[in-house]
């Protein structure tokens, strides 16, 4: 089965040589969701336009959207299902890896008839620097891989370099979200932000980051969190001025 992923992930299987260090795969899919898969994929990933040296978004979707959003890593894709089910209006773009999850967004989509959706099944680095200036209204990061080990710190997606970009390709005023029940990953999260100018924490109170918003939805990770017993912590960022690492 491992040598037919890249016949589901075409031509946007990145070489096993980029820096992704994440699962590809884990349990075999059940044979119904594998042929919603393998039918299905297609009609939700972007088919041209990657090649070039800048990517112009509003060619990704049927129809020119208001805005759009990204989600970076969606997991089983329920959070972005129901943003794209409340806002039809707004193009999300969702990048996720691991073809378990993007097997289980390509269910929610079909499901729920959403045509405002684009899959990018892969790890979004490789692409960051691809997207024009200013052309993300909201960023979503939930619940990322910790990478808890010392040695894969480096693995993680909120880095100076990656929080320089995802300033870059906010619109000013532009939102972004986070999420993690991770303590160790909070402190860095936090100080990351805290070290780098352009970024403008908008909790006013400690209930603030630890409550979502209404227009926040559960997902089946924050579920597990809570059953295990950790507490999660959500974060929104507000872009502002031009980003300047202090450390």
């Known amino acids: 089965m491992r040598d037919r992923e890249p016949q589901v992930l075409g031509k946007y299987a990145v070489n096993e040589k980029t820096t992704f260090r994440g699962r590809r795969r884990g ?6 969701l ?14 041209e336009g990657l090649e070039r040296e800048k990517i112009d978004l509003n060619t990704f979707f049927p129809v020119k959207p ?15 299902a129901w943003q794209a089910k409340l806002h039809p209006k707004i ?14 967004m390509v269910r929610h989509l079909v499901s729920e008839k959403l045509l405002n959706v684009r899959i990018f099944p892969e790890d979004i680095r490789p692409f960051l ?6 052309c993300i209204s909201k960023i979503f990061i939930l619940f990322p891989d910790p990478w808890p080990k010392s040695r ?26 986070i999420a993690t029940d991770h303590v160790n990953y909070l402190t860095w999260i936090l100080i990351h932000f805290k070290n780098i100018n352009g970024f403008r924490w908008l909790a006013k109170s400690p209930k603030d980051w630890r409550l979502r918003v209404s227009d926040w939805p559960q997902t089946r990770y924050e579920q597990k969190a809570i ?20 450390v």
């Open 152 to 177: 894969h710190v480096q693995r993680r997606i909120i880095q100076y370099e990656t929080l320089s970009e995802f300033h870059r390709i906010l619109k000013p005023g532009g939102k972004l979200r």
């Open 34 to 47: 594998d042929k919603l898969l393998r039918e299905c994929l297609d009609n939700f990933l972007v088919k």
């Open 27 to 32: 349990r075999k899919l059940r044979p119904q």
């Open 66 to 80: 208001e805005e759009v959003w990204l989600e970076i890593g969606f997991g089983g894709g329920e959070h972005l």
């Open 91 to 104: 193009g999300i773009l969702g990048f996720e890896p691991y073809i378990n999850g993007v097997a289980s």
């Open 129 to 134: 620097n691809k997207l024009p200036n200013g």
């Open 227 to 246: 059953r295990e017993g950790r507490e999660p912590a959500f974060l929104e960022y507000r872009r502002c001025d031009s980003p300047t690492p202090i």
